[in-house]
């Protein structure tokens, strides 16, 4: 298996060094991407992406917490990703990996830093929050696990719904309200391999890169950088970089937006 690794690497690189990818994408193209929100009847809200062969599935679930000492007056929120087994062959059970607790971060970080859930409008009443957790799931692994998480994680919050509380207990109905947003966020992760950057990285191609880098912004202002491996990037190319997150994200925030359950 490590041959035929080699032999295949060897063959991506050559490709990307002639300015050719192996599924015919240009370097800015992201492969077919399939949004499907609600999936999961019994979470607060849910969502299915399918991002080429890669596959991840979020799930939103709220209960009632204790706010941080030094925010009282709002919500929590966590974000947790798990790789599971049946994703990839170099998956394991047991306890958060490095990649799965990077994952989780970066996508957690890019939320945070939008402002995209309304964390005062959690508060219940002296010493009792709503919990907003979300939960990532790696169903297949096929390359760039970050911006599908973090577009499923967006499509999930962005149609929860909110519990209620009343006398002391969680109240889940028909009628239950939906999670106030304040923001949408989406990222964009961009792979170096050689001298070439190319968009949404299949699996092939991240084996061979030297360098990744994440970048997630809402429709006005950078929210959150990542970088991840040895491998570096210039300052123009990472202002090229940005200029074209802010392109694509608008394209990422209308499919989102215009998602459907089945």
């Known amino acids: ?45 849910s969502a299915q992406v399918d991002l080429g062969n890669t596959k991840v599935l979020a799930a939103i679930k709220m209960g009632v917490g204790t706010p ?28 958060p990996s490095p990649d799965s607790i990077e994952l989780a971060r970066v996508v957690d970080r890019g939320i945070r830093a939008a402002n995209v859930v309304d964390l005062p409008s959690l508060f219940i009443e002296k010493d009792k929050v709503w919990s907003v957790f979300i939960d990532l799931y790696v169903l297949n692994y096929d390359g760039n696990l970050f911006d599908a998480c973090q577009i499923a994680a967006m499509t999930a919050l962005n149609t929860a719904k909110m519990p209620k509380y009343e006398d002391g207990k969680v109240i889940r109905d028909a009628n239950m309200p939906k999670l106030k947003i304040n923001n949408m966020v989406t990222s964009c992760t961009f792979a170096k391999v050689g001298d070439r950057i190319i968009l949404d990285a299949n699996s092939g191609e991240e084996a061979v890169m030297s360098g990744r880098l994440t970048i997630a912004t809402d429709d006005k202002v950078l929210r959150a950088m990542q970088k991840g491996m040895r491998g570096a990037f210039s300052q123009d190319e990472i202002e090229h970089l940005i200029e074209t997150t802010f392109e694509k994200s608008k394209e990422l925030r209308a499919l989102i937006v215009n998602s459907k359950s089945d």
């Open 1 to 45: 298996m490590q041959a035929i690794n080699s032999v295949k690497g060897a063959y991506v690189q050559e490709l990307l060094g002639k300015g050719i990818r192996e599924d015919h994408r240009g370097a800015w193209e992201y492969r077919n991407l399939v949004i499907k929100p609600g999936v999961l009847p019994n979470a607060e809200g």
């Open 68 to 95: 941080m000492p030094d925010k009282p007056e709002e919500g929590n929120l966590m974000t947790m990703a798990e790789l599971l087994p049946l994703a990839s062959a170099d998956y394991e059970t047991g306890p």
